[in-house]
C-alpha cells in the first residue's frame, strides 16, 4: 500500500497554550494516517504538545541567521528540506499564507490558509503594518489571487473575506474539531443552590471579561445564587481585571493557568463568553472553550458576535444577547442560575450539536476533501478506511 503524501504546516510559533484546536487538528489527520510536518520558527508548549513532527528554524542560538533569512526571502536550507518532503502547504494563520505563498510558488504545490480570527480583522487594522505582519500586507493581494484554498471557522468568517476581496469559490467553512471524548457528560449536574459561572479565555479586550464581571456583579445583585470562575493564562490585562473585581466587591476565584480545562469544566454549572469586538478592531473566531463546554453539557450565556451564534442556538443550546449589554448579560445569568431543568435542557442540547458539527471527525473529513481536491493523484485515505479519530487523538493537553 502507497503510504500518503506528507502535509505540511506552517505555524511560525508551534503553538501557544490556547491553541489546541490546531493541535486537535493534527492529531485527527494522524490518526487517519495523513503524515504531516510543521515548519515554525519557534517551537513552543513542547511538553503540552508533544506529539509533532516539527522543523523549528529558531532551535539553537546559531539557527537565528537562517530564521531571519527566512523571515525577509522565505528561503532557508531548512525551509528548502521542509519543502522537499511536502506535497502541500497549509499556513495555519492568514498572515502566514504570505510566507506560504513563497514556498508554494517555488516549489509548485498547492497551497491552503486558513483563518481564525484575528487573521481576518487584520487586513483593516493598524497593526497590519507591525513588524510581524508586515509580509501578508505586502502579499495579501497575491495570496488572494494565487492560493488555492481558503478555510473559515464560520458564515461570519466567509463573509468578512468576501468584503476584503477573497475569491467566493475557493473560500471554505471548515468547523472546530473538538475530542469530544474528552468532555463526555456524565450523569446530569444536579441540583445546586449555588451556580459556577466560569469563563476561561485570555485576558485580552476581545475576550470581554471586565463585561461578564460587571455582568456578574448585577446577577448577584438581583438575587442569583452564583460564584464566579476565571480561568485565565495569565494576559496583559489580567491585574486590570483583578481590580475590578475588588472594586465590584465580587469574588472571584482564579485557578491557575495549568488547571486542567475538562474537570474545571465539570465542576461548572454555566460557561460565560461576553465577547466584543476590541477597539483595535480584534474580534473572535468561533472560541474554543464554547465548543468544549458544550461538549460537556454546559448551558452558554455569550453575545452575538463574530461566529458565536452559529456555535451557539438562542433558546436552544444557551442564551445570547448583544455585545456589551451588562444588563442582558446579567438577566441571562439571573434565569439560569434558578433554573436547573433549563439549564439541563440547554447543555443536552448544546452537546447533540457538537457531536453532529464539531467532532474531531467531521473536521478531519472535511480537511481531507479539501486536501484530496488539490492533490487529484494520490490516495489520501484508502478506501474502506474506519475512522477512528477521537479515540487515537485523544491527549491531555489542557493543561501544561
Not at 159 to 173: K, V
Not at 246 to 256: C, G, K, T
Not at 306 to 330: F, M, N, Y
Request: hydrophobic residues 40%; proline residues 6%; contains cysteine.
Amino acid at each position: 500500500m502507497n503510504e500518503a503524501p506528507t502535509i505540511g504546516w506552517l505555524r511560525h510559533n508551534f503553538l501557544p497554550p490556547s491553541e489546541t484546536f490546531i493541535y486537535a487538528s493534527l492529531r485527527g489527520l494522524d490518526a487517519a494516517g495523513i503524515p504531516v510536518h510543521v515548519l515554525a520558527l519557534n517551537r513552543r508548549s513542547a511538553r503540552k504538545f508533544p506529539d509533532a513532527n516539527v522543523t523549528a528554524l529558531n532551535d539553537s542560538p546559531g539557527a537565528c541567521f537562517g530564521a531571519a533569512a527566512y523571515w525577509l526571502t522565505g528561503r532557508s536550507a531548512r525551509e528548502r528540506s521542509w519543502s522537499q518532503r511536502v506535497s502541500l502547504v497549509h499556513a495555519h494563520m492568514g498572515y502566514t499564507g504570505a510566507h506560504g505563498l513563497r514556498i508554494a510558488r517555488r516549489r509548485k504545490l498547492p497551497l491552503v490558509t486558513s483563518f481564525y480570527g484575528r487573521d481576518v480583522t487584520l487586513a483593516g487594522s493598524p497593526m497590519r503594518f507591525a513588524p510581524q505582519y508586515l509580509p501578508y500586507a505586502l502579499w495579501r493581494e497575491a495570496l488572494m489571487a494565487e492560493g488555492d484554498r481558503f478555510l473559515v471557522l464560520s458564515r461570519h468568517m466567509r463573509r468578512r473575506l468576501l468584503e476584503q476581496g477573497y475569491p467566493g469559490g475557493r473560500i471554505r467553512i471548515v468547523r472546530l474539531g473538538i475530542d469530544i471524548d474528552r468532555f463526555t457528560m456524565l450523569a446530569p449536574r444536579p441540583s445546586t443552590r449555588i451556580s459556577t459561572v466560569l469563563m476561561i479565555g485570555r485576558e485580552v479586550q476581545k475576550k470581554g471579561f471586565d463585561d461578564g464581571l460587571r455582568a456578574c456583579a448585577i446577577a448577584r445583585a438581583r438575587g442569583a445564587k452564583i460564584r464566579v470562575v476565571l480561568l485565565g493564562t495569565r494576559g496583559p490585562l489580567r491585574s486590570g481585571l483583578q481590580r475590578l473585581a475588588r472594586d465590584l466587591q465580587l469574588a472571584v476565584e482564579w485557578p491557575s493557568p495549568k488547571t486542567c480545562v475538562p474537570g474545571l469544566l465539570a465542576q461548572a454549572n454555566i460557561l460565560l463568553v461576553p465577547s466584543r469586538t476590541a477597539d483595535n478592531g480584534d474580534s473572535e473566531g468561533t472560541p474554543t472553550v464554547i465548543c468544549e463546554a458544550a461538549a460537556a453539557g454546559l448551558p452558554i450565556v455569550a453575545t452575538r458576535h463574530a461566529g458565536i451564534p452559529e456555535q451557539v442556538v438562542d433558546g436552544s443550546t444557551g442564551l445570547l444577547t448583544p455585545e456589551r449589554d451588562l444588563d442582558k448579560l446579567a438577566s441571562a445569568l439571573v434565569t439560569l442560575a434558578a433554573d436547573d431543568d433549563m439549564r439541563r435542557a440547554l447543555g443536552a442540547a448544546g452537546r447533540r450539536k457538537m457531536l453532529a458539527e464539531y467532532s474531531l471527525e467531521a473536521h478531519t473529513r472535511s480537511l481531507i476533501e479539501i486536501y484530496q481536491e488539490l492533490l487529484p493523484s494520490e490516495t489520501l485515505v484508502p478506501a474502506g478506511h474506519q475512522w477512528n479519530t477521537t479515540h487515537r487523538a485523544i491527549h491531555d493537553y489542557s493543561s501544561e
